[in-house]
């Protein structure tokens, strides 16, 4: 498998993330959903995907924070003081993020929107923080798996109850055919898709807009 960066980078990568979410939550007191769009809106995901090596060790986990601080909001974290003391739930998911992501070579937005998002991890804290990183990786891709396969199949099933084909159910809803097929295969959420793409879809389907996102 092709990696963004060399494995030597991986250490820092790891500890920056891991010192980003938590100075982040813990420190700064900022909800951690929202922190993390705004990680992936503010391009710092981007260039770590990338192998930019300014952003794997160039710069510090706080100084990452401040640019997503500085590019998504108006918040000012000029004066953080930040001494980690111990690993919380938080540090650690940043720290087992930033290994699965290099390891999978997958980006962080679709590991966030097939169902690992930074909620999950952190809920994964007490049972896998003493744990090997093989052993992360393991739960992660089962995680994601799952996810996939129950978007795929929410739609799909519906789909094909009715004997429609994926450019009839596109023709019938208004959908783009792309749009279904992202939703099919799990590479989008159907889950976060626009109320009116729900609502159009259901009613090409025959079903209410809840079965859909059940």
């Not at 790891?14 to 939550?25: G, K, P, Q, S, T």
């Not at 000012?76 to 003081?81: G, K, L, N, P």
């Not at 009715?162 to 023709?171: D, F, G, I, V």
Request: proline share 2%; net charge negative; hydrophobic share 40%.
């Amino acid at each position: 498998m092709m990696r963004a960066y060399n494995h030597y980078y991986l250490e820092d990568v790891m500890n920056n993330l891991a010192a980003m979410f938590d100075c982040a939550a813990n420190v700064v007191h900022y909800d951690i959903s929202v922190f993390y769009e705004m990680f992936l809106a503010s391009g710092v995901a981007a260039q770590i995907e990338m192998g930019n090596p300014r952003y794997l060790s160039g710069l510090s986990g706080i100084e990452l924070m401040h640019i997503v601080f500085k590019k998504c909001s108006d918040k000012d974290v000029q004066d953080i003081d930040y001494h980690p003391f111990e690993r919380t739930p938080e540090y650690w998911a940043g720290w087992a993020l930033a290994y699965y992501q290099w390891f999978t070579a997958k980006s962080f937005t679709y590991i966030q929107r097939n169902g690992l998002d930074i909620k999950t991890l952190i809920s994964l804290y007490p049972t896998l923080h003493e744990a090997d990183l093989s052993k992360v990786v393991e739960t992660a891709d089962t995680i994601i798996e799952r996810h996939i396969a129950e978007s795929r199949s929410i739609l799909k099933t519906l789909r094909k109850q009715l004997h429609l084909t994926q450019s009839k159910l596109a023709e019938l809803s208004g959908v783009s055919l792309r749009m279904i097929q992202a939703y099919e295969q799990g590479d989008q959420d159907i889950r976060k898709a626009e109320a009116q793409t729900v609502f159009a879809l259901s009613k090409a389907l025959g079903c209410k807009a809840e079965v859909i996102l059940e």
